[in-house]
């Protein structure tokens, strides 16, 4: 059964350093991944995806994401943190080869201090 | 471009009443998901569609929700009767998704529903 973690609830950081929120996954196939940041009073908003090729994608915001098919993880990361980066961030994996459900990790709250 | 709406924002019930939600997705967009998203954890798929079509509901409660796509575009997804367990934000997305599926979702505001 596919399944996605995210071993953070909460990362801090300060503003100006690098950040990063992890993800590990498990499904029996190729996995599509995805990362969606919640703001507070806000839907959710996609940031970025993996589908192929490049194992590093770049996303919206300045975040990118580095997909290692040997660890099964798909990291979160920037190189400079701001205070308006500070929400909740979800992992999801889509098996394409499990009926494509998307399964979404319980989320790491991002807090980055000024 | 519209984003995906729902309605009504939030509802107070008491156990062992009904429910029901109402979604519009972005035009065109194949693809309708509902979740659910208990405070504290992620979003949980409740029924996906593909245009009028169910791809997935494994994991939609049926002996009390059931939602329907009528005509590929708008969504309703209702419980009955509603339990305290049931008290959630319920989302619903949709996506371009046509022969593939790749595509990111895009969710409405939620209706956080509070059953008392």
């Known amino acids: 059964a596919q399944s996605v973690a995210q071993p953070e609830d909460q990362v801090n950081v300060a503003e100006g350093n690098p950040l990063t929120v992890k993800c590990t996954y498990s499904?029996?196939?190729?996995?599509?991944l995805f990362w969606y940041v919640q703001y507070p009073n806000r839907g959710l908003q996609f940031l970025l995806k993996?589908?192929?090729?490049?194992?590093l994608v770049k996303g919206s915001y300045g975040f990118e994401a580095e997909f290692n098919k040997s660890q099964t993880s798909f990291h979160l990361k920037k190189p400079s943190a701001l205070v308006s980066d500070s929400a909740l961030y979800f992992c999801?994996?889509?098996?394409?080869?499990?009926?494509?459900?998307?399964?979404f990790g319980a989320g790491t709250r991002l807090f980055v201090k000024a | 471009e519209a984003g995906v709406a729902q309605s009504p924002r939030y509802k107070i019930i008491e156990k062992r009443q009904s429910v029901a939600f109402w979604c519009n997705p972005i035009?065109?967009?194949?693809?309708l998901y509902w979740y659910q998203q208990i405070l504290g954890q992620g979003p949980k798929l409740l029924i996906q569609?593909?245009?009028?079509?169910?791809?997935?509901d494994s994991q939609l409660p049926k002996d009390r929700f059931s939602a329907e796509r009528l005509k590929g575009v708008d969504s309703t997804l209702k419980i009955q009767p509603a339990k305290l367990e049931d008290s959630a934000v319920y989302l619903c997305?949709?996506?371009?998704?046509?022969?593939?599926?790749?595509?990111?979702?895009?969710f409405g505001p939620g209706t956080r529903l509070t059953v008392l």
């Open positions: 997305a949709s996506s371009f998704d046509r022969q593939g599926v790749s595509n990111e979702q895009f």
């Open positions: 499904v029996s196939g190729n996995p599509y």
């Open positions: 993996y589908i192929t090729g490049d194992n």
């Open positions: 999801a994996v889509r098996d394409i080869t499990g009926g494509f459900k998307t399964i």
């Open positions: 035009s065109g967009h194949a693809t």
């Open positions: 569609f593909q245009n009028n079509g169910v791809v997935d």
